[in-house]
């Protein structure tokens, strides 16, 4: 559904991203892994518009997506949870759930029920503005307002970052259900264990380039200890 | 008596004031963008009302009613094909250009209807007055003055009740996430610029039943507006209605103590809550 051939990123002078190759299958669940600066969310970046790149270096349906705008590529079924959630400040959750949802119309399991279902604390709190919310429900917010559009894929961008455990522990048990919605899931992660433990197949980035790419299930400790670090375990 | 009939007075003149400074005010709250020919296309609405008036006989509410929907496009046609090329992190391109535009916006109002001062006629509503009893006032201000409050309470349904709304919102806010959630923050700004333009047409329409303009008076609405403004708070309706009220009843009270004070007057208002509240009497946005 999803491919990238060949994709490289630029930001000015230096070039993040050196030939990038990954595909994901309808309704799958696809873990992207790599430590710091290897060039994880620029992939996403590049996936979703937010960075130009060559028209036929990213394909959606076997279409080149690379020329549009990031509101054309989202249109198009492909949602973002941005790093950092990206919350809207001026509006209210319920607001914030709606936006994701008021440009792309289809039918799908997803709306503001359904939400509020899989994340029950963003109804109780749905005029709060978004900002006024704890980090872990900020990132239940930005998920639900993802997922308003019901997209086909749905592209997290580090969704444990800066949470406490007990944290990320309620918002991975919320992906399986995300799953059988239908809804396909790449998912940009540091936390290797958690990343592994819901995906079916898994890509290691490190400086630019995919390192390993694997079942999650076949993949060994020591696969992703020298596709993670450059080095044999 | 003679000094609630000025402050009246005064209050109603502030209406007009708000009505040339809420258009700014939305486009500033939405992209960030001083507009330094907002003055200019006021004055560009008024001879098109007037010439919907003069060349084909119309009623000047008809013919502003005709002449929103043109400055719509005319304002969506500007954002699009100029100002959304100039909006960035620089501030300065955006302010040259509509420096420029408000420039050669004078010079061609000037080419095209001459320097002779014009009026919109209304017939018999110019000089109908309502008697209150304590003050007496024109129906003209009061109009002006509902419009503006009218305009307001609508910008803000549209602001706070609509997708809309929450898209001009979501876009302020953020307009690189605005765009992973599937909105056009070109095509947002250019839907703002075009609201802008039909406010500004009835600031127009109440400009030119009032009072003479002609193609070089636009700075000086634009200097009323941006005072309001200012002294409103950035990105806030209400509060730029109170900045033009501010504005309006030094204007008034500066007049009654001297005709030629009415000016001068308004603008000590301006500094002066500038140096009591540099960022206005209620500022929403934080930048």
Not at chain 1, 4 to 24: K, P, S
Not at chain 1, 63 to 76: T, V, Y
Request: hydrophobic share 55%.
């Amino acid at each position: 559904m999803l491919e990238t051939r060949g994709l490289t990123a630029d930001y000015g002078q230096f070039r993040a991203l050196f030939g990038v190759d990954i595909t994901v299958a309808a309704g799958e669940c696809v873990a992207i892994i790599g430590a710091n600066g290897a060039g994880k969310s620029t992939l996403m970046r590049s996936i979703t518009g937010v960075i130009g790149n060559a028209p036929g270096m990213v394909l959606h349906r076997d279409e080149p997506i690379g020329a549009l705008s990031s509101a054309e590529i989202m249109k198009r079924g492909i949602a973002m949870v941005p790093e950092g959630r990206r919350l809207f400040p001026s509006l209210t959750v319920e607001e914030n759930l709606l936006v994701g949802g008021q440009a792309r119309k289809v039918q799908g399991p997803w709306s503001l029920d359904a939400v509020h279902d899989l994340f029950p604390i963003l109804g109780e709190r749905r005029k709060s503005p978004g900002t006024a919310l704890s980090g872990g429900q900020q990132q239940m917010v930005a998920i639900g307002r993802a997922l308003m559009s019901n997209p086909e894929l749905l592209l997290c961008d580090e969704i444990s970052l800066g949470l406490a455990p007990v944290v990320i522990r309620d918002i991975y048990a919320a992906l399986p259900r995300i799953r059988q919605g239908g809804a396909a899931i790449v998912l940009v992660e540091q936390d290797i264990g958690k990343a592994l433990a819901v995906a079916d197949r898994v890509y290691c980035m490190m400086e630019g380039r995919v390192t390993l790419a694997a079942r999650a299930a076949e993949v060994t400790r020591e696969d992703i200890h020298s596709a993670y670090f450059g080095v044999a375990a | 008596m003679i000094w609630l009939d000025t402050l009246v007075q005064g209050i109603l003149l502030g209406g007009l004031y708000a009505l040339f400074a809420a258009g700014l005010s939305l486009v500033f709250g939405i992209m960030r963008l001083v507009n330094l020919a907002h003055g200019d296309l006021i004055i560009l609405a008024a001879y098109l009302v007037l010439m919907g008036v003069t060349l084909l006989g119309l009623s000047p509410w008809i013919a502003a009613l005709i002449a929103m929907p043109v400055m719509f496009g005319l304002g969506w046609l500007l954002q699009a094909a100029v100002l959304n090329r100039v909006l960035g992190k620089d501030i300065l391109p955006p302010l040259l250009v509509t420096f420029g535009l408000s420039v050669a916006l004078q010079n061609g109002l000037l080419e095209a209807f001459s320097a002779d001062s014009r009026r919109i006629p209304v017939g018999a509503l110019e000089g109908a007055s309502l008697d209150l009893g304590l003050v007496t006032v024109g129906i003209m201000p009061l109009m002006t003055f509902a419009s503006a409050i009218v305009t307001i309470i609508a910008l803000n349904a549209l602001f706070y009740h609509t997708a809309l709304g929450r898209a001009f919102r979501a876009t302020s806010d953020d307009a690189v996430t605005a765009g992973l959630m599937g909105i056009e923050p070109k095509r947002i700004f250019a839907i703002a610029t075009g609201i802008a333009m039909v406010v500004v047409t009835l600031a127009a329409l109440y400009l030119g039943m009032r009072a003479n303009f002609d193609p070089s008076i636009g700075p000086a609405r634009l200097i009323y507006a941006f005072e309001a403004v200012i002294i409103g708070g950035l990105g806030s309706l209400w509060g730029t209605l109170a900045g033009g009220i501010i504005i309006g009843v030094a204007q008034t009270f500066g007049a009654a103590l001297n005709p030629e004070w009415q000016i001068l007057a308004g603008h000590i208002a301006f500094l002066a809550v500038m140096l009591l509240r540099p960022r206005g009497l209620f500022p929403r946005a934080v930048d």
